[in-house]
T-cell receptor, first 113, second 111 residues
Framework: DQQVKQNSPSLSVQEGRISILNCDYT??????FLWYKKYPAEGPTFLIS?????DKNEDGRFTVFLNKSAKHLSLHIVPSQPGDSAVYFC????????????FGTGTRLQVTL | EAGVTQFPSHSVIEKGQTVTLRCDPI?????LYWYRRVMGKEIKFLLH????????ESGMPNNRFLAERTGGTYSTLKVQPAELEDSGVYFC?????????FGPGTRLTVL
C-alpha cells in the first residue's frame, strides 16, 4: 500500500525554467512533509519541509506548496539549474513521535541546457 | 559539523554469510533510523532508535536482521545469514527534530 505517491518517474526541464515536482499522499495522519534530493551513489539530502499548518514554505529557489484537502504537495524550483538534475523524493511523517519517514518512489529531474 | 557516516560503503558477500553495517550519527542526535532501498524502488523504513532504545522496529523484514545501538551513539545492523533478497542500499539517518539527515549508504550485494 503506497501511502506516498510520486506519479511522474521523470521530468525534463530547460535551464532557467520552472521545475514542478508533484506528490500525493493517502494517510490523513501525516502532518509533516519533506523533500529530499539524491545524487547517484549518495544518500538523500534534505531540501525543504512543510508542516501541515502551513500551505507554503520557501527557501531560496525552492518552494513547497501543500494542499491538505487534496492531499497533494508540490516542489517548485525556480530557476532550474543543471546542478538540480537528481532524483527527488517526497516523504511524510506523523509528528510527535519523531517517527519514520514514508517515501515516495522518486522523480528523476533532468535540467537541460 | 560532521554528517552521518556509514561503513562500509560497499559489501559483497555470498548467500549464507554474515555482514555487519555501521552507522555513526550526527553528534547530539538522539534519533537514529535505518532504511533500505531495494532495486531502485522507494526507500523503506527498517527501524528507529531513540538513544539506545528501539522505538519502532516495525520495518525489520525478519529475524535475520539485528540492530543495536550500544551507549546511544553509533549503531550496527547485522544480517545473518544473508539471503539474495537482502541486496540493496542501506541508509542510516539521524535527527534531533523532524528533519532527518542521511548518510551515504552501504551498498550490499548478496551473491
Amino acid at each position: 500500500d503506497q501511502q506516498v505517491k510520486q506519479n511522474s518517474p521523470s521530468l525534463s526541464v530547460q535551464e532557467g525554467r520552472i521545475s514542478i515536482l508533484n506528490c500525493d499522499y493517502t494517510n490523513s495522519m501525516f502532518d509533516y512533509f519533506l523533500w529530499y534530493k539524491k545524487y547517484p551513489a549518495e544518500g538523500p539530502t534534505f531540501l525543504i519541509s512543510i508542516s501541515s499548518i502551513k500551505d507554503k514554505n520557501e527557501d531560496g529557489r525552492f518552494t513547497v506548496f501543500l494542499n491538505k484537502s487534496a492531499k497533494h504537495l508540490s516542489l517548485h524550483i525556480v530557476p532550474s539549474q543543471p546542478g538540480d538534475s537528481a532524483v527527488y523524493f517526497c516523504a511524510a511523517l506523523i509528528t510527535g513521535t519523531a517517527s519514520k519517514l514514508t517515501f515516495g518512489t522518486g522523480t528523476r529531474l533532468q535540467v537541460t541546457l | 559539523e560532521a554528517g552521518v557516516t556509514q561503513f562500509p560503503s560497499h559489501s559483497v558477500i555470498e548467500k549464507g554469510q554474515t555482514v555487519t553495517l555501521r552507522c555513526d550519527p550526527i553528534s547530539g542526535h538522539d534519533n537514529l533510523y535505518w532504511y533500505r532501498r531495494v532495486m531502485g524502488k522507494e526507500i523503506k523504513f527498517l527501524l528507529h532508535f531513540v538513544k539506545e532504545s528501539k522505538q519502532d522496529e516495525s520495518g525489520m523484514p525478519n529475524n535475520r536482521f539485528l540492530a543495536e545501538r550500544t551507549g546511544g551513539t553509533y549503531s550496527t545492523l547485522k544480517v545473518q545469514p544473508a539471503e539474495l533478497e537482502d541486496s540493496g542500499v542501506y541508509f542510516c539517518a539521524s535527527s534531533r527534530f523532524n528533519e532527518q539527515f542521511f548518510g551515504p549508504g552501504t551498498r550490499l550485494t548478496v551473491l
